[in-house]
Protein backbone atom coordinates (compact mmCIF):
# COMPACT_ATOMS: atom_id res chain seq x y z
CA UNK A 1 0.00 0.00 0.00
CA UNK A 2 1.52 3.38 -1.16
CA UNK A 3 2.42 6.07 2.04
CA UNK A 4 1.10 9.09 2.72
CA UNK A 5 2.11 11.47 -0.09
CA UNK A 6 2.18 15.41 -0.44
CA UNK A 7 3.39 17.74 -3.08
CA UNK A 8 5.48 19.61 -3.21
CA UNK A 9 8.46 18.51 -0.66
CA UNK A 10 10.13 21.91 -1.21
CA UNK A 11 8.56 25.52 -1.61
CA UNK A 12 9.92 28.86 -1.58
CA UNK A 13 6.95 31.72 -1.72
CA UNK A 14 7.86 35.67 -0.94
CA UNK A 15 5.34 37.36 1.49
CA UNK A 16 2.47 38.12 0.49
CA UNK A 17 1.96 35.21 -2.05
CA UNK A 18 -0.57 32.22 -1.71
CA UNK A 19 0.03 28.80 -1.40
CA UNK A 20 -1.62 25.30 -2.12
CA UNK A 21 -0.59 22.21 -0.66
CA UNK A 22 -1.40 18.66 -1.24
CA UNK A 23 -1.86 15.78 0.62
CA UNK A 24 -2.97 12.01 -1.16
CA UNK A 25 -3.90 9.98 1.63
CA UNK A 26 -3.67 6.17 2.14
CA UNK A 27 -6.10 4.57 0.09
CA UNK A 28 -9.25 3.82 2.34
CA UNK A 29 -8.11 6.07 5.35
CA UNK A 30 -10.71 8.91 5.63
CA UNK A 31 -9.46 10.91 7.69
CA UNK A 32 -6.63 13.65 7.13
CA UNK A 33 -4.98 16.06 9.74
CA UNK A 34 -2.70 18.76 8.89
CA UNK A 35 -0.17 20.05 11.43
CA UNK A 36 2.29 23.06 10.97
CA UNK A 37 5.79 22.22 12.52
CA UNK A 38 8.82 25.05 13.35
CA UNK A 39 11.73 24.23 15.80
CA UNK A 40 9.97 26.83 18.08
CA UNK A 41 6.50 26.05 18.40
CA UNK A 42 6.60 22.03 17.64
CA UNK A 43 3.54 20.61 15.75
CA UNK A 44 0.98 22.80 16.32
CA UNK A 45 -2.32 21.22 14.74
CA UNK A 46 -3.98 23.39 11.64
CA UNK A 47 -7.31 21.07 10.99
CA UNK A 48 -9.09 17.70 10.60
CA UNK A 49 -11.19 16.45 8.17
CA UNK A 50 -13.12 13.50 7.61
CA UNK A 51 -15.66 12.64 4.36
CA UNK A 52 -15.23 16.28 2.98
CA UNK A 53 -16.05 17.53 6.64
CA UNK A 54 -14.08 19.61 8.42
CA UNK A 55 -14.02 18.25 11.98
CA UNK A 56 -11.91 20.25 14.08
CA UNK A 57 -9.89 23.11 13.31
CA UNK A 58 -6.45 24.46 15.40
CA UNK A 59 -5.88 28.04 16.49
CA UNK A 60 -4.32 29.54 13.26
CA UNK A 61 -5.92 32.97 11.47
CA UNK A 62 -8.64 32.61 8.50
CA UNK A 63 -5.66 33.12 6.30
CA UNK A 64 -5.09 28.97 6.64
CA UNK A 65 -7.70 26.94 4.91
CA UNK A 66 -8.69 23.45 3.98
CA UNK A 67 -10.89 21.21 2.04
CA UNK A 68 -10.86 17.61 1.24
CA UNK A 69 -12.52 15.33 -1.76
CA UNK A 70 -14.91 13.07 -2.37
CA UNK A 71 -11.75 10.91 -3.09
CA UNK A 72 -10.25 12.38 0.37
CA UNK A 73 -7.67 14.01 -0.78
CA UNK A 74 -6.91 17.39 1.00
CA UNK A 75 -5.61 20.65 0.21
CA UNK A 76 -4.32 23.45 2.08
CA UNK A 77 -3.95 26.91 1.46
CA UNK A 78 -2.11 29.97 2.96
CA UNK A 79 -2.87 33.42 1.69
CA UNK A 80 -1.12 36.42 2.12
CA UNK A 81 2.29 34.73 3.40
CA UNK A 82 4.36 35.80 6.27
CA UNK A 83 7.65 35.20 7.34
CA UNK A 84 6.28 32.99 10.43
CA UNK A 85 4.82 30.61 8.26
CA UNK A 86 7.78 28.84 6.97
CA UNK A 87 7.60 25.75 8.66
CA UNK A 88 7.44 22.14 7.75
CA UNK A 89 3.74 21.05 6.73
CA UNK A 90 2.61 17.65 7.80
CA UNK A 91 -0.25 15.80 6.58
CA UNK A 92 -1.37 12.58 8.32
CA UNK A 93 -4.18 10.07 7.58
CA UNK A 94 -6.44 7.47 9.61
CA UNK A 95 -8.76 5.15 8.76
CA UNK A 96 -10.92 6.28 11.46
CA UNK A 97 -11.84 9.59 12.83
CA UNK A 98 -11.06 8.79 16.17
CA UNK A 99 -6.90 9.99 15.66
CA UNK A 100 -6.07 6.65 16.94
CA UNK A 101 -2.98 5.92 15.07
CA UNK A 102 -1.85 8.44 12.59
CA UNK A 103 0.65 8.02 9.40
CA UNK A 104 2.61 10.58 8.45
CA UNK A 105 3.69 12.38 4.89
CA UNK A 106 7.16 13.62 4.60
CA UNK A 107 5.68 16.86 4.56
CA UNK A 108 6.04 20.23 2.68
CA UNK A 109 9.11 22.40 3.38
CA UNK A 110 7.93 26.01 2.79
CA UNK A 111 10.05 28.89 2.91
CA UNK A 112 8.95 32.73 2.74
CA UNK A 113 11.28 35.31 1.93
CA UNK B 1 -4.13 22.92 27.93
CA UNK B 2 -3.87 18.97 27.31
CA UNK B 3 -0.25 19.62 25.20
CA UNK B 4 2.46 16.73 26.76
CA UNK B 5 5.27 17.76 27.67
CA UNK B 6 8.37 15.47 27.01
CA UNK B 7 11.72 15.43 29.64
CA UNK B 8 14.20 15.65 29.11
CA UNK B 9 14.50 17.59 25.83
CA UNK B 10 17.21 16.03 24.82
CA UNK B 11 18.68 12.26 25.77
CA UNK B 12 22.10 11.05 24.55
CA UNK B 13 23.16 7.59 25.17
CA UNK B 14 25.79 4.68 24.10
CA UNK B 15 24.59 1.75 21.90
CA UNK B 16 23.23 -0.92 23.99
CA UNK B 17 22.09 1.43 27.04
CA UNK B 18 18.34 2.03 27.63
CA UNK B 19 16.74 5.12 27.23
CA UNK B 20 14.15 6.25 29.05
CA UNK B 21 11.59 9.44 28.12
CA UNK B 22 8.81 10.72 29.86
CA UNK B 23 5.94 12.65 28.75
CA UNK B 24 3.63 14.70 31.88
CA UNK B 25 -0.02 16.56 30.43
CA UNK B 26 -2.78 18.04 31.92
CA UNK B 27 -5.63 17.08 31.08
CA UNK B 28 -8.13 14.15 31.20
CA UNK B 29 -7.36 11.67 28.23
CA UNK B 30 -8.18 9.08 26.24
CA UNK B 31 -5.02 7.33 25.04
CA UNK B 32 -1.56 8.60 24.23
CA UNK B 33 0.84 8.10 21.71
CA UNK B 34 4.51 8.06 21.41
CA UNK B 35 5.70 8.67 17.51
CA UNK B 36 9.28 9.12 16.11
CA UNK B 37 10.84 11.53 13.67
CA UNK B 38 13.71 11.01 11.68
CA UNK B 39 15.63 14.47 10.38
CA UNK B 40 13.23 16.15 8.28
CA UNK B 41 10.26 13.50 7.80
CA UNK B 42 7.26 12.84 8.55
CA UNK B 43 6.31 11.25 11.85
CA UNK B 44 6.25 7.39 12.27
CA UNK B 45 3.80 5.68 14.71
CA UNK B 46 5.25 4.09 17.76
CA UNK B 47 2.70 2.63 19.88
CA UNK B 48 -0.83 3.60 21.73
CA UNK B 49 -1.74 3.07 25.45
CA UNK B 50 -5.42 3.60 26.15
CA UNK B 51 -6.20 5.46 29.28
CA UNK B 52 -7.37 2.05 30.90
CA UNK B 53 -4.26 0.34 30.46
CA UNK B 54 -1.06 0.73 32.85
CA UNK B 55 1.38 -1.01 30.70
CA UNK B 56 1.74 -2.00 26.68
CA UNK B 57 5.18 -3.62 25.01
CA UNK B 58 6.33 -3.13 21.61
CA UNK B 59 9.66 -5.30 20.52
CA UNK B 60 12.00 -3.07 22.51
CA UNK B 61 9.56 -0.58 23.28
CA UNK B 62 7.81 -0.69 26.32
CA UNK B 63 5.24 2.07 27.47
CA UNK B 64 3.89 3.37 30.85
CA UNK B 65 1.08 5.01 31.87
CA UNK B 66 -0.51 6.85 34.86
CA UNK B 67 -3.12 8.41 34.75
CA UNK B 68 -3.53 9.62 38.42
CA UNK B 69 0.28 11.12 38.32
CA UNK B 70 -0.87 12.30 34.41
CA UNK B 71 2.27 10.86 33.09
CA UNK B 72 3.92 8.07 30.80
CA UNK B 73 7.13 6.91 29.84
CA UNK B 74 9.01 5.22 27.11
CA UNK B 75 11.27 2.81 27.14
CA UNK B 76 13.55 2.06 24.17
CA UNK B 77 15.41 -1.06 25.70
CA UNK B 78 19.57 -2.31 23.77
CA UNK B 79 19.60 0.89 21.98
CA UNK B 80 20.83 0.79 18.47
CA UNK B 81 22.49 4.26 16.37
CA UNK B 82 19.00 3.60 14.29
CA UNK B 83 17.45 4.90 17.09
CA UNK B 84 18.71 8.20 17.08
CA UNK B 85 15.60 10.30 16.26
CA UNK B 86 13.00 12.76 17.82
CA UNK B 87 10.37 10.74 19.92
CA UNK B 88 6.96 12.64 20.66
CA UNK B 89 4.53 11.92 22.90
CA UNK B 90 0.73 12.86 21.28
CA UNK B 91 -2.21 12.71 23.95
CA UNK B 92 -5.38 12.02 22.46
CA UNK B 93 -9.29 12.56 22.85
CA UNK B 94 -11.69 10.65 21.11
CA UNK B 95 -15.28 11.61 20.01
CA UNK B 96 -17.10 14.09 18.58
CA UNK B 97 -14.28 16.58 19.36
CA UNK B 98 -11.58 14.20 18.92
CA UNK B 99 -8.08 15.62 18.88
CA UNK B 100 -4.79 14.55 18.52
CA UNK B 101 -1.85 16.96 20.72
CA UNK B 102 1.53 16.68 20.34
CA UNK B 103 4.46 17.64 22.26
CA UNK B 104 7.67 19.49 21.66
CA UNK B 105 9.55 16.24 21.68
CA UNK B 106 12.99 14.24 22.69
CA UNK B 107 15.74 14.39 21.02
CA UNK B 108 17.50 11.05 21.17
CA UNK B 109 21.20 10.86 20.05
CA UNK B 110 22.91 7.20 20.63
CA UNK B 111 26.69 6.89 20.01
CA UNK B 112 28.04 4.20 18.26
Known amino acids: KAGVTQTPRYLIKTRGQQVTLSCSPI?????VSWYQQTPGQGLQFLFEYFSETQRNKGNFPGRFSGRQFSNSRSEMNVSTLELGDSALYLC????????????FGSGTQLSVL | SQQGEEDPQALSIQEGENATMNCSYK?????LQWYRQNSGRGLVHLIL?????REKHSGRLRVTLDTSKKSSSLLITASRAADTASYFCATGITGANSKLTFGKGITLSVRP
Open chain 2, 49 to 53: IRSNE
Open chain 2, 27 to 31: TSINN
Open chain 1, 27 to 31: SGHRS
Open chain 1, 92 to 103: ASSLTAKNEKLF
